[in-house]
């Protein structure tokens, strides 16, 4: 018997085949791949009965009238853009499941009492333009058009002119901003390997983490690795080591996450002693004044590791994003539907940035997560097999009926 | 009044010109920069009364004949390359001071009781060709010329083509090789610290330090910064920080020195969990039993924090070379020299490679250092003045008056 988890594997797939030409998966907002991306979803949309538009900043939303004309939608969706060398399960894994919950509820229980939608949107990971959360920015109203268009991407081409080309009309971007939404709930890969090794069936994501991204600049002494004695070194390396073994000590108490992922050594020769190192620090915690506590006490911290080893500290501010909590009116419905359903469930952060999140300054949101092989995300072997994905397929589903059809 | 190490400073800028066309300073066997300083230099050893030829790989030099026919040879000198972006005390010191000690004892004594000779040696630094020591190498019988001239330069060019080049003869190279010298003395800036720090004016080399070069690869686990959990990660970077701060602890005691200066985070991302990190060591020591002893407990050590942290860790070994010894009794000469003259000596290591290295394996070798501003060397503003550069010289000049003279 094929379950809808096999289906939905499937369709995945075949969007997986519209990625770039150079044999990686990576799929970007305003190119072919897209447009192709987009055709077949549409084309899904409309198999399941719903009524297709896109919008001007290139989100695509089907959606099925309610019986009652004056209420607010209910929601549901994800992205269908990729991180280069990505995988087919982040982003359009909310978008395909989305559809196919619509269209099993129409056939189960016809027209329902308020409007459903489910939206595609675009440009979620940022990774043609450097702002993520493109389309649902857009739709909750936080990016002004005028502001949206002069983005540039990599090669210098304007959001404007990238959403001319693909036959999209900036002029139309003041209608994107919506203000009749009822709620939103999100399916996604946990992109993370709790709820697999949990043995755990659905994560109900409590809040979306914050980020403070900093880049952090240690200069020391560059000297002759053969005649300089240790004791007369200012080693930028060794003084970068310490605070880089430092960080999980200040955060893990927290239940925060740190990494440094970028560490450059200059001059970078095996034979001088490293007079500047830079590296970055990407913190994350699901509470703001947490967040703000850690941030203070890791720059507290490095400044007295970098003065003790009379190395000169800077710190530089990249990114500072707000934890987002989820709405617990819509966590307490999903928790019931998995308990009516038999799935064992647990309550969780989400680590990564989603859709959702902007959404949030729009109306209430929630967010459903599937397990996932490893924790593996952001890698061409992400994967979630049908097991892994038919129960948050099945909660999804009867929230939308509890949302909408009751 | 114009001290003598006034004289050699002006020598020293007036070399400084012949580097490269790209504003640094920078100057390689068999190029036109190198032949500009060669032409100078042999100018410089004429007027001072010496007869110069240029062997086969390059080496320049200046020789005046002793009253015993059948004496072996007294020599000093040093090398003219440099590294890119380097100074001018770094090799010529060593050729224009010789040339200078030899000029005024010369004029000063007349003909000496054996020959005596100042040698600038070719390519010491390795800095085109990936072999450092080329012209003290071949003269010291330690390279076979079927071996040199096929060592490859970044372009590709054989060292025998550059020789060609150069208007030197591949042909003979097999005369390059020597057996007639008696003693070979090299004075050279520390390019470290301790002499000026401690205030002495001459360091008497008792070793030039032997060098174990490894290349460390930790190989962890390439995760989602936001929605890995700390407890579950193979971070590369947190094993190899914990490497890079153990190893000065572990060299320390020892006296020896130990340096990471080239350290790569793969994939490289802020907001990526580092899954393998490239780093270099480069350990020192004067004792060819501690060097062995601390490569064995630098990678027991690091194999256990790999281990503990559920890393791979991979060693290759990119350079082994051995102490070498200065010889005792020409120490010895060194210090009543320095002694006779009133200059504060001490005796320490040379913790960086030398051309008396190489020529160790034919006669007996000495090293005295003057001290340099700031300990700094490989750096454009590698400087000494003449009162750091007079006590050596007089300490040269007496010494060859002793070997030579007497």
């Known amino acids: 018997m094929s379950t809808t988890g096999e289906k939905i594997l499937g369709r995945l797939l075949t969007l997986g085949q519209f990625g770039h030409a150079s044999g990686i998966y990576f799929r970007t907002p305003f190119t072919a791949?897209?447009?192709?991306a987009v055709d077949r979803v549409r084309e899904w949309m409309r198999e399941a009965g719903l009524s297709v538009r896109?919008?001007?900043?290139?989100?695509?939303?089907?959606r099925v009238e309610g019986r009652d004309p004056a209420a607010k939608v209910v929601a549901t969706g994800s992205h269908l853009d990729s991180v280069r060398d990505g995988g087919v399960f982040d982003g359009p894994l909310g978008v395909v499941a989305g559809i196919e919950a619509v269209a099993q509820l129409l056939a189960d229980r016809g027209t329902p009492?308020?409007?459903?939608?489910v939206i595609a949107f675009t440009g979620e990971e940022g990774s043609r333009f450097p702002m993520g959360l493109l389309g649902s920015r857009m739709m909750a109203g936080l990016l002004a058009p005028e502001e949206a268009v002069a983005i540039l991407d990599r090669e210098g081409v304007p959001v404007g002119e990238a959403l001319a080309q693909a036959g999209l009309d900036p002029a139309r971007l003041d209608r994107v901003?919506?203000?009749?939404?009822a709620c939103m709930v999100e399916l996604h890969i946990e992109q993370g390997p709790l709820l697999e090794r949990s043995g755990v069936a659905v994560g109900v994501v409590e809040?979306?983490?914050?980020?403070?991204?900093?880049?952090a600049v240690v200069t020391g002494q560059a000297d002759h690795a053969g005649t300089t004695p240790l004791g007369m070194r200012?080693?930028?390396?060794?003084?970068?080591?310490?605070i880089v073994l430092a960080l999980p000590e200040l955060v893990r108490p927290s239940g925060g996450v740190v990494t440094v992922g970028q560490l450059d050594v200059a001059p970078g020769s095996s034979n001088v002693v490293p007079g500047r190192v830079l590296f970055s620090v990407d913190l994350r915690h699901a509470s703001p004044a947490e967040l703000g506590r850690l941030a203070a006490r890791i720059r507290g911290e490095a400044d007295a590791i970098a003065e003790r080893r009379g190395l000169r500290l800077e710190w530089h501010t990249r990114q500072v994003t707000t934890?987002?909590?989820t709405d617990p009116a819509l966590r307490a419905r999903i928790q019931r539907a998995a308990d009516a359903l038999g799935f064992p469930w647990r309550s969780m952060p989400s680590g990564a940035g989603h859709d959702a999140m902007a959404i949030a300054a729009r109306c209430p949101v929630a967010m459903i997560f599937t397990p996932c092989r490893g924790g593996f995300s952001h890698r061409p072997d992400e994967f979630a097999d049908a097991a892994m994905i038919d129960p948050g397929f099945a909660v999804l589903k009867r929230l939308l009926a509890d949302l909408a059809w009751e």
Chains 1, 2 share one sequence.
């Not at 791949?33 to 192709?36: G, P, S």
């Not at 901003?177 to 939404?181: I, N, V, W």
């Not at 809040?207 to 880049?215: D, E, K, L, P, R």
């Open 33 to 36: 791949a897209e447009t192709a």
């Open 54 to 62: 896109r919008d001007a900043v290139g989100n695509v939303i089907g």
């Open 113 to 117: 009492a308020r409007p459903v939608e």
């Open 177 to 181: 901003a919506r203000g009749d939404l």
């Open 207 to 215: 809040t979306i983490v914050g980020i403070h991204g900093f880049q």
């Open 234 to 242: 200012a080693d930028a390396l060794l003084g970068a080591a310490e």
């Open 323 to 325: 934890p987002v909590a």
